[in-house]
């Protein structure tokens, strides 16, 4: 009944699709960038390809503050990131917070150059630095400036330049200062709104439009109450008044299906229509069950002569503006956001660059195709696994590397192409990752075997091992317990690379199993999670990443191992809490 369902939702929404013969199509379904992606800001930049761009928050990713791009606001891929080397922001190698990092990125393109702007939270949002990066060329990663540090007062920093070339700082509070773009020299600042409800007033963005000074801010928090409001002044300075009809955007008190709407950004495209992003929420007003966090969607805007911005609600499917023609042919560095992944890592290849991970990896703990084992990846295995305390006392690298979940509904696979642990609690395994202290994990682990004392002597073999980590006390939105699965790896897979799996085959729960890739189809099932292990607790601001790991547990081991076949292919895209649009067909090889 399940299956009939999905069909037939995603057959009325393809027919619902196809643009009649005499108009443009304006259909299209929300989340534009699904999966974490949350607090955007977006920009149409005529000069640069008539191209759009998007930008989003990265916390302790690595490389981070991605950079999207689409001619048609459907087709997104990934251009650049402006974060990519150490160097840039060295201290996110020393973040303990699991919900601390780069936060809100706000992209603006001004006299031929791109300004990527972000505030830094290493221990609490009362002690933030602000970053500017700037490049001429948003597809290439080195391309990306060395940025310029100053102090902030606040989160959520937004540049604007006024006619007369002088460039304004707003940030959270709401507070606006003039800012020096080539020394960061900052004027004094003055709080020159505090919202619709002056309730955390946050997210500024400035436009200037029909002799006025339009301040649209977020407010409410980023939960259920969050939403959108805005004000005008003929001085930038103020006093500001606000809107009659505020909030502009929100889905408080609604039974909506997308909640959490707020941090909304306003831009045209080249026919002149208005457009607005902002984050959302896929988990209806109960919000409890939203693994894939906060993700960006796009609605329709009216903004008339010397009146107010009118946004649409956020919908799964929306009508809007007529869309650009549909095209792919977009430059970029990585690949379209919603694209499966299909990598077998041959020689000569790199790591794709939409992988990440979780602060800076250690050194040297991943290799494409080193010598003698072609077609696979090399994980040296991190003494510290994926579990933390909270807050950490230390720090600990990773041996771990991911990309986002993207889809409702998903199967990511990859081959243990050799793996020969020597040690106990040598490990490798697929995760799915929100945090430290949230993550369901699935594992080849050297372990003693149950007959290990019988003559007095230990003897150690593979097993597989699931095990959800759930940090009590930051647990999120599941308050129970999962049980660890132990099982001892069946001798005839062990002639053949081993395939883990984890899936999500409804929405509410993981399923992690393993086969012999010599028979895919006798999959073992391991173990079941509810997807609420995932939502909220230190993810709060985050979303699932999927990936894979190796680690000695805190032991000496250092046994490298090996993969391939790395897999990850979406299965459906719920937008209104049951209804289903369809998922492009496997591209590459099985």
């Not at 993550?439 to 003693?448: E, F, K, R, S, W």
Request: with cysteine.
């Amino acid at each position: 009944m399940y299956l009939l369902e999905v069909v037939l939702s995603a057959m009325v929404l393809i027919l619902s699709f196809i643009p009649s013969s005499n108009t443009k199509n304006s259909t299209y379904t929300n989340p534009i960038l699904p999966g974490w992606h949350s607090d955007p800001s977006c920009t149409f930049v005529a000069e640069v390809d008539n191209s759009f761009f998007c930008a989003t928050s990265s916390f302790l990713t690595f490389p981070g503050m991605p950079i999207y791009t689409s001619k048609d606001l459907i087709n997104w891929r990934l251009a650049s990131h402006a974060f990519s080397r150490p160097s840039q922001v060295p201290q996110i190698g020393n973040t303990t917070l699991q919900d601390a990092g780069l936060w809100a990125t706000t992209i603006r393109y001004h006299d031929g150059k791109f300004y990527a702007i972000v505030c830094y939270t290493p221990l609490s949002p009362f002690v933030v630095t602000g970053f500017i990066f700037t490049t001429t060329d948003p597809y290439d990663d080195n391309a990306w400036s060395e940025p310029l540090s100053f102090p902030l007062g606040d989160i959520d920093p937004n540049l604007f330049w006024d006619d007369d070339g002088t460039t304004y700082l707003q940030f959270s509070g709401i507070h606006q200062q003039t800012i020096d773009l080539e020394t960061g020299a900052l004027g004094n600042a003055s709080i020159i709104w505090t919202g619709f409800t002056e309730f955390i007033p946050e997210g500024p963005r400035m436009h200037k439009k029909d002799g006025y000074y339009y301040l649209m801010i977020a407010e409410g928090g980023t939960e259920l109450g969050h939403h959108e409001a805005i004000a005008r002044s003929t001085n930038i300075w103020g006093p500001y008044e606000g809107y009659s009809g505020n909030p502009i955007l929100t889905a408080t008190n609604t039974s909506n299906y997308f909640q959490t709407v707020g941090h909304a950004d306003i831009f045209q495209d080249a026919s002149g229509n208005w457009w607005g992003s902002a984050l959302a929420t896929r988990s209806g007003p109960a919000w409890e069950n939203y693994p894939m966090g906060r993700e960006t969607v796009l609605v329709p805007a009216t903004w008339k002569e010397d009146e107010w911005p009118v946004l649409d609600p956020v919908q799964g499917q929306m009508n809007g503006w007529p869309l650009p023609p549909q095209t792919r042919a977009i430059r970029g560095s990585g690949p379209f956001v919603e694209d499966p992944d299909v990598f077998d890592f041959p020689p000569g290849s790199a790591i794709p660059s939409h992988f990440l991970y979780w602060r800076f990896p250690p050194k040297d703990a991943f290799a494409v195709s080193p010598q003698g084992y072609p077609n696979t990846l090399r994980l040296r295995p991190s003494q510290s696994n994926l579990t933390s305390s909270a807050p950490l006392s230390t720090i600990s690298e990773l041996s771990l590397i991911m990309r986002v979940q993207t889809d409702t509904l998903f199967t990511f696979s990859v081959d243990v192409v050799l793996f020969e642990p020597k040690i106990q609690e040598e490990e490798v395994g697929i995760t799915a990752f929100i945090t430290q202290t949230q993550h369901l994990d699935l594992g080849i682990v050297l372990l003693p075997t149950s007959d290990s004392t019988s003559n007095g002597s230990t003897k150690l073999a593979p097993h597989l091992r699931f095990r959800a980590t759930n940090v009590p006390g930051l647990t999120g939105d599941f308050n129970g317990t999962v049980p660890t699965v132990i099982k001892t790896l069946p001798e005839h897979w062990l002639n053949a690379p081993i395939r883990l799996q984890v899936s999500a085959t409804n929405e509410t729960h993981y399923t992690l199993s393993a086969a012999s890739s010599t028979a895919p189809w006798e999959s073992e099932i391991v173990g079941i999670a509810p997807a609420t292990i995932l939502s909220g607790g230190d993810g709060r601001f985050t979303g699932t990443l999927i990936g894979v790991y190796a680690t000695s547990n805190g032991g000496t081991g250092t046994t490298e191992s090996y993969i391939s076949r790395w897999r990850y292919q979406g299965k459906g895209q719920d937008i209104n809490n049951g209804t289903f649009v369809p998922y492009s067909p496997f591209v590459g090889s099985s």
